[in-house]
């Protein structure tokens, strides 16, 4: 059956290339860098530690943030990835900026969030037939708080490039997309990115309403139907998308053929 997952589309719309070796060839990219172990250890450490946040006092009662980073690695160890760091790179200023920042970070969420019931990292999915092709739509929500029967759908992401993050497409936006989707039954009210950068010390968030459910369906078949349409056209290196920035980072640049180097 056809996968189908914000990352996988994701993938796709920087590179059918890319989309094609990881997830048809399956040729996966087990280097680990410190920044993508830190994003793990974040996520534990807001799963774990929101809910114990009743007032700004609390907020001095919190564990370190480094034993959740240590465990994250030593999971992903465990599994056979291989850990890199960059050149020039420091384990203690690096710690040392999660410390410090994580606990504005909660201080924002518990100040930010609707009061409500929390539900950390739920696996959904569903199985959807488009044009006589059944899709299997996965996700993991980071955050859902119930508040009022109504659903506030959270996800956090950590990274290093705000620019990312100034503009948001929701219309083409995957993850927003199948979340509200699979999530319909639980009257969704609205979906939110909180995006963190521990270097810069900042907190971006970019929040979308509730889509009327006719319009959510149209949207969300339509994005599953160009996924299709791509899935099928991936193996033909005509529609990649080459390009020096694409290409310098890229894993397959090896032995895919029209690479830009
Ligand atoms: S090397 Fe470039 S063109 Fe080839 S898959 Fe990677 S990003 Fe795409």
Not at 147 to 161: G, Q, S
Not at 173 to 195: C, G
């Amino acid at each position: 059956m056809l996968k189908f997952s914000p990352s996988r589309y994701n993938i796709q719309s920087e590179c059918l290339g890319r989309y094609y070796f990881t997830y048809i060839m399956n040729r996966r990219d087990n280097t680990l860098w410190p920044g993508t172990i830190a994003g793990t250890a974040t996520h534990s450490y807001l799963e774990e530690n929101l809910n114990n946040i009743n007032s700004e006092n609390d907020l001095k009662k919190l564990p370190l943030w480094k034993p959740y980073f240590d465990k994250a690695l030593s999971n992903e160890i465990t599994k056979g990835m291989n850990y890199k760091k960059p050149r020039g790179f420091s384990d203690a200023n690096f710690i040392s900026n999660y410390e410090k920042f994580v606990r504005e970070v909660l201080r924002f969420l518990y100040l930010y969030l609707p009061k409500g019931t929390k539900i950390f990292e739920e696996k959904i999915s569903e199985i959807i037939n488009i044009d006589n092709i059944d899709i299997e739509i996965t996700g993991v929500v980071d955050l859902q708080v119930k508040n009022n029967d109504e659903t506030y759908i959270v996800d956090f992401k950590t990274t290093k490039n705000n620019n990312t993050w100034y503009f948001v497409d929701w219309k083409d936006d995957a993850q927003s997309l199948s979340y509200f989707y699979l999530l319909r039954e639980r009257n969704p009210h609205s979906f939110v990115y909180t995006i963190f950068n521990f270097e810069q010390k900042t907190i971006i968030t970019q929040f979308s309403d509730e889509i009327e459910k006719e319009q959510l369906q149209k949207s969300f078949y339509g994005l599953l139907q160009d996924f299709v349409v791509n899935h099928n056209n991936s193996s033909n290196n005509n529609n990649y998308n080459p390009s020096k920035e694409n290409c310098k980072w890229c894993f397959h640049k090896t032995y895919c053929k029209v690479a830009i180097s």
